[in-house]
């Protein structure tokens, strides 16, 4: 399938289903949080281990946020800023 294949059908599902769209969605914010845990994590130079427990938090919870597995939580993520010495930032955007 080829890129403007995949993003028709995506788009067209998209158009037919109000929860492939939310499940769509949910899926980039997920990996956008994932990206951001996990910079946050190696610019601090730690790793998976270290960082859960200098968040309070289990490394198998990192490890789920770093690959977009899990939904992490605005408490989870406020948590992980505030035991990092960091701010969190949410933004709206306003979609194309």
């Known amino acids: ?6 993003d028709d059908y995506i788009q067209e599902r ?7 769209t939310r499940a ?13 845990v996990k910079q946050l994590r190696e610019s601090l130079g ?3 281990r270290s960082f859960a427990a200098l968040v ?4 198998s919870t990192i490890a789920r946020i770093e690959t977009g597995s899990v939904t992490a939580t605005n408490k989870t ?8 010495h960091h701010q ?9």
């Open 56 to 59: 309070g938090k289990p490394q």
């Open 14 to 20: 998209k158009k037919a289903s109000t929860e492939f």
């Open 24 to 36: 769509y969605d949910q899926a980039g914010v997920d990996l956008e949080i994932a990206v951001a």
């Open 1 to 6: 399938m080829t890129l403007n294949r995949i």
């Open 77 to 84: 993520l406020a948590d992980i800023a505030a035991k990092t």
């Open 46 to 48: 730690l790793s998976q």
């Open 88 to 96: 969190l930032r949410i933004q709206f955007v306003q979609t194309p």
